[in-house]
């Protein structure tokens, strides 16, 4: 993946007045041929605002594009000269002015305005021939709904549209921009093609695999199970996983879940939920001889809703927790083979 800003905006360097959309569209082109070269080209456009007809048009030029997807995006690049409207005169009598938009300032020439006019708009969706997603909020106040109902209109199937109830234009909000991204790659998962990771061969109950170029990312395989481990960003890994001692913690935690529930059933106590907490933390401790050694120490919070038993049943159900056979193995050690 590849995510960038335009010249001039947000991280990208360079000057947003020297730009224009033609500019864009030729940056998102060259960025897909970076991809192309260097790593696999790119199956996936996504572009917000302006950006979202950009991508429209940029995907005429890519033949590798399966799905394009648009975030509060104009239906045509002249629909954004409404936002300029307090500025136009200055721009025609001074060559440029800068322009309040969404609380941003911006410094718009005259070329600028010209590129946009020049800009087909209704052609380039109706013969886009690509999967399209539609994304806008009702309450966008920067880009009309309308636009949306525009561009879904022209547009062939395969389209869709999702409301984005609530967002403003920027997704400022995280959650806005959270849900957006969930949704994007669900919808893209039916047009990309994602080769299936081949599956790990082994006899064994779990297998834990490690490509020299992954740092700490590891493939795990538990029987039918698969998932990730990884290790926080602070010490090199990702972040993409549970590290191996949280892990060893989760075992703990819901080995000794599991033991309470099973009690409890078997006793024929109402016991609503049980939320056992494990953290895990290495002490430093002193031998009988003075020497230092390092200690784990897996400290174990149980949280027990059952309002129709007794202070003694809830006691006994707390105490069965130390009987779980992971709580067994880590205190009383293992032999590794």
Not at 131 to 142: C, E, F, K, T, Y
Not at 262 to 276: F, I
């Amino acid at each position: 993946m590849l995510r960038f800003d335009f010249t001039g905006l947000g991280e990208s360097e360079g000057d947003f007045s020297e730009s224009n959309f033609s500019s864009n569209v030729n940056d998102l082109c060259a960025a897909a041929k970076y991809l192309t070269e260097n790593h696999e080209a790119p199956q996936l456009l996504i572009g917000h605002s302006l950006g979202g007809a950009a991508v429209l048009h940029a995907a005429h030029e890519l033949s590798s594009i399966k799905g394009v997807v648009t975030i509060g995006a104009p239906s045509a690049p002249q629909h954004v000269t409404h936002l300029l409207k307090q500025g136009i005169s200055e721009i025609e009598s001074e060559g440029q002015a800068e322009i309040n938009i969404g609380g941003r300032p911006f410094q718009i020439k005259k070329q600028f305005l010209e590129d946009l006019a020049d800009q087909e708009g209704k052609h380039q969706i109706k013969s886009l021939r690509r999967a399209l997603l539609v994304m806008h909020s009702p309450q966008d106040n920067i880009v009309g709904i309308q636009n949306a109902a525009e561009i879904y209109t022209e547009a062939h199937h395969p389209k869709s549209f999702i409301s984005l109830d609530g967002a403003d234009h920027l997704l400022s909000n995280k959650a806005d921009s959270l849900y957006t991204g969930r949704v994007i790659a669900n919808w893209a998962s039916r047009y990309l093609h994602q080769p299936e990771k081949e599956s790990i061969d082994t006899q064994h109950q779990v297998a834990a695999r490690l490509a020299e170029d992954d740092t700490f990312t590891t493939e795990v395989q538990s029987g039918p199970h698969s998932f990730l481990a990884d290790e926080p960003k602070d010490i090199g890994g990702k972040n993409l996983g549970p590290s191996p001692y949280d892990l060893l913690a989760a075992s703990l935690a819901s080995c000794s879940s599991m033991t309470m529930q099973m009690y409890a059933k078997r006793k024929e106590w109402p016991l609503e939920e049980v939320l056992t907490h494990v953290t895990h933390r290495k002490e430093e401790r002193k031998t009988e001889d003075g020497k230092t050694v390092h200690v784990d120490v897996f400290e174990k919070h149980i949280d027990i809703e059952a309002p129709a038993l007794s202070k003694e049943q809830i006691d006994r159900i707390r105490a069965i927790a130390s009987k779980c056979p992971v709580h067994r193995t880590l205190e009383g050690g293992a032999e590794i083979v």
